[in-house]
């Protein structure tokens, strides 16, 4: 167990609808990642948030947005969902302290998302 | 997009033997870690070697890498059935990004 939530584990919903997913970190980590893995394209970094603000944004859609709430726990809109958005979506979490640290990330067990 | 490659895409051994995966990746990194993933869930955390590491060891794991050719290998001794999964390394880079970058995995299977 890595100390990070995900819920829901499976989600599945129908073309042009929107889903949030939700994230908890491991206690005392500021950082949250999230990553999309599909066949097609792999596991691809989607966007970070470091103590409520965004860090980092990797391939992320337009249609895909998130956030970092006070508690840190983060979630990942997803919108106007396509056929193609289906995938496996994974938060992480590391320490990342300091500017020069560049620790391990720690994931949650994901959540499955089919869209119809 | 992926940093690299890893090869093989696929690995089938027999309990007992070594495993041995490469990654190659393109870009500078601050370090490299491996990643293991059981079919279809969470990914778990194996080993991390810093970019002025050359060799690194935990229990049946061995780690190397090269920067000099942007490479990496993973090395899992005396493997055992409960080693099958898919196998990632990812990077990050020296800059100021922290996030993973994930290779394409190796699927290793090791037959009982």
């Known amino acids: 167990d890595s100390g990070v939530t995900q819920t829901p584990k499976h989600l599945i919903t129908a073309t042009g609808q929107r889903v949030t997913l939700r994230c908890s970190p491991r206690?005392?980590?500021?950082?949250v990642y999230w990553y999309q893995q599909s066949l097609d394209q792999g596991l691809q970094f989607l966007i970070q948030?470091?103590?409520?603000?965004?860090?980092a944004k990797g391939n992320i859609l337009e249609r895909f947005s998130a956030q970092q709430f006070p508690d840190l726990h983060s979630e990942l809109n997803l919108s106007s969902l396509e056929l193609g958005d289906s995938a496996l979506y994974f938060c992480?979490?590391?320490?990342?302290?300091?500017?020069?640290?560049?620790?391990?990330?720690?994931f949650g067990p994901g959540t499955r998302l089919t869209v119809l | 997009s992926q940093q690299g490659e890893e090869d093989p895409q696929a690995l089938s051994i027999q309990e007992g033997e070594n495993a041995t995966m490469n990654c190659s990746y393109k870009?500078?990194?601050?370090?490299l870690q491996w990643y293991r993933q059981n079919s279809g869930r969470g990914l778990v955390h194996l080993i991390l070697i810093r970019s002025n590491e050359r060799e690194k060891h935990s229990g049946r794991l061995r780690v190397t890498l090269d920067t000099s050719k942007k490479s990496s290998s993973l090395l899992i001794t005396a493997s055992r059935a409960a080693d099958t999964a898919s196998y990632f390394c990812a990077t990050i880079s020296s800059g100021s990004a922290r996030q993973l970058t994930f290779g394409s995995g190796t699927q290793l299977t090791v037959l009982p």
């Open positions: 948030y470091y103590n409520g603000e965004e860090r």
């Open positions: 206690s005392g980590d500021l950082s």
């Open positions: 870009t500078s990194i601050n370090n």
């Open positions: 992480a979490s590391s320490v990342s302290t300091g500017a020069n640290s560049y620790n391990e990330q720690f």
